[in-house]
């Protein structure tokens, strides 16, 4: 033993039961045997043993796919399942899920139906993908069935109940035994070519045996193939046929196929009748809420009064041309004011300077008569104070001037009138001046205010400077 890993059981188990069920020859297995030891739990699956002369092995179908058997399975019975072979765990046993049940008598079609399906499965022709939407509202309707059979006349009666606007044209076609296939596929065809809205393809239900000509594998390549939208209801809820799965949709009875088919007039109508009354109440609001503000806009002071527009508008221009008028009134004074005062102040300038000169001059003389020895350094002494005197005289002269020549530029510089006697101008809409290009709209008339005189206008195109 040494040399060989040593597993636990279960380790075992999983590897086996990995195997088995890794294995596709062992998925989707088709046996027949005899049930034995069959027991039906409370919990609905069913667990039995399948055996023959020679072996048995268990079995579990659990009740999501018993309840598809369409007969009642007894010990002794001989049957035909279909089933994928895995392992218990727990027992460590090899057994069989199986999710198909058929009796054996009739074993060979249903070998043949299973080898159908796969083979077209393999084609992709049961995916989704390729099947055609219903249309909503047909009006004109292929039915494809025996003739004057009971699958017919339960369709046309529903048909009438349900959704009698629709033209519904029948191609009978033999639904049952040898050439069947063919007189469908025939039926199918001129359907097909009629340009009809939908396609019904039905037939009561019948043994295995019966509904064989729809397991025909050209039949189910013509339903896949067909440019109308189609709708199978082939047998009762517990049969399906090779054409239900390649259908753009499958019924469960000739009845439901029309169901599927159609959509019931009365609620038709009723949805119709709500939409109707929806629109009237939203005609009805919008007609009231637009009454209501005709009565507002009616009874406004704007269509009442509409000089109240311009009135007020008018009376606040009047004001500010006003008060333009007095500024322009006060700068003149102003400015009669300033020249005044510098008049003035140079007259004084002048008649200071006059009497500095008077008293220098006395001064001198005196000096002169009192004492002559000392003449020369008087009159330096003088010099130096008449030049010192003169000096700061000027300079506070200078800054006098330099403060007023200020002033009074200032005040030019911020006259209005003189921003306007450079060319500039003041524009103003509905007595507002106008900052702003925004404010203006191509087709405004603006008044223009010069240096001199003022203007109108209209806007022809407004635009922002970067």
Same mark, same amino acid.
């Given at each position: 033993?040494?040399?060989?890993?040593?597993?636990?059981?279960?380790?075992?188990?999983?590897?086996?039961?990995?195997?088995?069920?890794?294995?596709?020859?062992?998925?989707?297995?088709?046996?027949?045997?005899?049930?034995?030891?069959?027991?039906?739990?409370?919990?609905?699956?069913?667990?039995?043993?399948?055996?023959?002369?020679?072996?048995?092995?268990?079995?579990?179908?659990?009740?999501?796919?018993?309840?598809?058997?369409?007969?009642?399975?007894?010990?002794?019975?001989?049957?035909?399942?279909?089933?994928?072979?895995?392992?218990?765990?727990?027992?460590?046993?090899?057994?069989?899920?199986?999710?198909?049940?058929?009796?054996?008598?009739?074993?060979?079609?249903?070998?043949?139906?299973?080898?159908?399906?796969?083979?077209?499965?393999?084609?992709?022709?049961?995916?989704?993908?390729?099947?055609?939407?219903?249309?909503?509202?047909?009006?004109?309707?292929?039915?494809?069935?025996?003739?004057?059979?009971?699958?017919?006349?339960?369709?046309?009666?529903?048909?009438?109940?349900?959704?009698?606007?629709?033209?519904?044209?029948?191609?009978?076609?033999?639904?049952?035994?040898?050439?069947?296939?063919?007189?469908?596929?025939?039926?199918?065809?001129?359907?097909?070519?009629?340009?009809?809205?939908?396609?019904?393809?039905?037939?009561?239900?019948?043994?295995?045996?019966?509904?064989?000509?729809?397991?025909?594998?050209?039949?189910?390549?013509?339903?896949?193939?067909?440019?109308?939208?189609?709708?199978?209801?082939?047998?009762?809820?517990?049969?399906?046929?090779?054409?239900?799965?390649?259908?753009?949709?499958?019924?469960?009875?000739?009845?439901? #196929?029309? @169901?599927?088919?159609?959509? &019931?007039?009365?609620?038709?109508?009723? $949805? +119709?009748?709500? *939409?109707?009354?929806?629109? !009237?109440?939203?005609?009805?609001?919008?007609?009231?809420?637009?009454?209501?503000?005709?009565?507002?806009?009616?009874?406004?002071?704007?269509?009442?009064?509409?000089?109240?527009?311009?009135?007020?508008?008018?009376?606040?221009?009047?004001?500010?041309?006003?008060?333009?008028?007095?500024?322009?009134?006060?700068?003149?004074?102003?400015?009669?004011?300033?020249?005044?005062?510098?008049?003035?102040?140079?007259?004084?300038?002048?008649?200071?300077?006059?009497?500095?000169?008077?008293?220098?001059?006395?001064?001198?003389?005196?000096?002169?008569?009192?004492?002559?020895?000392?003449?020369?350094?008087?009159?330096?002494?003088?010099?130096?104070?008449?030049?010192?005197?003169?000096?700061?005289?000027?300079? #506070?002269? @200078?800054?006098?001037?330099? &403060?007023?020549?200020?002033?009074?530029? $200032? +005040?030019?510089? *911020?006259?209005?009138?003189? !921003?306007?006697?450079?060319?500039?101008?003041?524009?103003?809409?509905?007595?507002?001046?106008?900052?702003?290009?925004?404010?203006?709209?191509?087709?405004?008339?603006?008044?223009?205010?010069?240096?001199?005189?003022?203007?109108?206008?209209?806007?022809?195109?407004?635009?922002?400077?970067?």
């Amino acid at each position: 033993m040494s040399g060989r890993r040593i597993v636990p059981v279960s380790t075992l188990v999983r590897y086996l039961k990995g195997q088995l069920e890794g294995n596709p020859v062992l998925h989707g297995v088709l046996i027949e045997g005899e049930i034995s030891n069959l027991r039906k739990p409370y919990s609905g699956h069913w667990y039995f043993s399948l055996k023959d002369d020679t072996a048995s092995m268990a079995c579990v179908m659990f009740s999501s796919r018993n309840r598809n058997v369409r007969f009642d399975p007894k010990n002794g019975d001989k049957v035909i399942v279909r089933a994928d072979v895995t392992v218990y765990e727990s027992e460590g046993r090899m057994q069989m899920m199986v999710d198909a049940m058929k009796p054996s008598g009739i074993g060979d079609l249903y070998l043949q139906l299973e080898a159908l399906k796969k083979k077209l499965s393999a084609e992709g022709l049961f995916q989704d993908i390729y099947k055609k939407p219903l249309p909503l509202y047909p009006m004109s309707i292929g039915i494809v069935t025996g003739n004057h059979t009971a699958a017919l006349s339960d369709v046309l009666v529903t048909l009438k109940k349900r959704w009698p606007i629709a033209k519904a044209v029948v191609y009978p076609a033999a639904v049952q035994g040898e050439g069947a296939a063919v007189q469908i596929i025939d039926a199918l065809h001129k359907a097909d070519a009629a340009g009809h809205d939908i396609i019904l393809l039905v037939r009561g239900g019948g043994s295995l045996e019966d509904l064989w000509c729809f397991n025909d594998e050209q039949l189910a390549r013509v339903v896949f193939a067909m440019h109308t939208p189609i709708v199978t209801g082939v047998g009762h809820e517990i049969d399906t046929t090779l054409v239900d799965y390649v259908s753009d949709h499958r019924a469960n009875t000739p009845t439901g #196929a029309v @169901e599927a088919a159609t959509p &019931d007039i009365h609620e038709v109508e009723d $949805l +119709l009748h709500t *939409y109707q009354t929806r629109m !009237i109440h939203q005609m009805q609001v919008r007609m009231g809420n637009a009454e209501k503000q005709l009565v507002h806009l009616s009874s406004s002071p704007v269509l009442s009064r509409p000089e109240n527009l311009y009135n007020q508008r008018q009376m606040k221009l009047d004001y500010l041309r006003e008060r333009i008028l007095g500024y322009t009134s006060v700068l003149k004074e102003e400015r009669n004011r300033f020249e005044q005062l510098s008049h003035s102040l140079s007259q004084q300038i002048h008649t200071k300077e006059s009497l500095l000169m008077q008293k220098s001059m006395d001064y001198r003389s005196r000096m002169m008569m009192a004492c002559l020895g000392r003449i020369h350094q008087e009159q330096s002494e003088l010099r130096n104070l008449h030049t010192r005197l003169s000096t700061d005289e000027k300079m #506070a002269l @200078e800054r006098r001037r330099s &403060d007023l020549e200020k002033q009074m530029r $200032l +005040l030019d510089a *911020y006259s209005p009138l003189k !921003i306007l006697d450079r060319g500039y101008a003041v524009v103003s809409k509905d007595g507002s001046a106008v900052h702003d290009v925004s404010q203006l709209q191509t087709g405004d008339m603006v008044k223009i205010r010069f240096g001199v005189g003022s203007a109108s206008a209209a806007i022809r195109d407004t635009r922002k400077e970067p």
